[in-house]
């Protein structure tokens, strides 16, 4: 069962510290993405990887970190630098850095940080 | 800056009506432009287009690209309750196939 998950789906964490958001693949994709979605603002690009080893900012980087150790797994990191963190964060992949096809979603992770 | 306007914001329609979702766009290295529809969690992928003028069509959803004028139009024929979500149109654009999104029309079909 091909897919993309997300996990927790929902995290509570207190002002001043990291916390990592988990996005795995099965799907054989080389590109992943991460998106923060807030109200009336749409998705917003945080991160972008298109090849293991490789990832590039996006429009909103600051206060937030990633790896791509492996093709699967992308993790995202919240650091106590982000100045609003709370918001809907969602993991995307695509099936190759090279071509312009669809994105793919997975469930998303809701972060409130009180 | 690369930027996706979506018009309305929200609509609240009657189940049978019709609507028209509009999206326009100013991005640079222009790809191709994408529907995702979002019900609670997840967006899903409705269509992608490439082409001017040539619609796409799914059911009781059709989309069309005007690349002149740099907008599309998702309609919606016979809408039903279960077309309540909030649908987001994306722009492919330079490099590394990286979308910018709009924000989103919120639709609401009542009974």
């Known amino acids: 069962d091909g897919g993309i998950t997300q996990s927790p789906k929902y995290l509570f964490r207190k002002e001043g510290q990291n916390v990592t958001l988990s996005c795995e693949q099965n799907?054989?994709?080389?590109?992943m993405y991460w998106y923060r979605q807030d109200p009336g603002q749409g998705l917003r690009l945080i991160y972008y990887s298109q090849i293991v080893n490789d990832f590039q900012k996006g429009d909103i980087a600051e206060g937030y970190s990633v790896s791509r150790e492996k093709k699967e797994s992308f993790p995202l990191t919240v650091t106590s630098a982000q100045k609003n963190p709370t918001a809907f964060y969602l993991c995307?992949?695509?099936?190759?850095?090279?071509?312009?096809?669809?994105?793919?979603f997975g469930p998303g992770t809701r972060l409130t940080v009180l | 800056e690369d930027k996706v306007v979506q018009s309305p914001l929200s609509l609240v329609v009657h189940e049978g009506d019709t609507v028209t979702l509009n999206c326009s766009y100013e991005v640079t290295n222009f790809r191709s432009l994408l529907w995702y529809k979002q019900e609670k969690k997840a967006p899903t992928f409705l269509f992608m287009l490439t082409s001017s003028g040539i619609e796409k069509k799914s059911g009781r959803l059709s989309s069309i690209l005007d690349k002149k004028e740099l907008f599309s139009i998702l309609n919606i024929t016979a809408t039903q309750t279960g077309d309540s979500a909030i649908y987001l149109c994306?722009?492919?654009?330079?490099?590394?196939?990286?979308?910018?999104f709009g924000t989103g029309t919120r639709l609401q079909v009542t009974l």
């Open positions: 994306a722009a492919h654009t330079g490099t590394a196939s990286k979308l910018t």
């Open positions: 799907l054989n994709h080389d590109a």
């Open positions: 995307a992949s695509s099936i190759d850095r090279n071509s312009y096809n669809e994105q793919f």
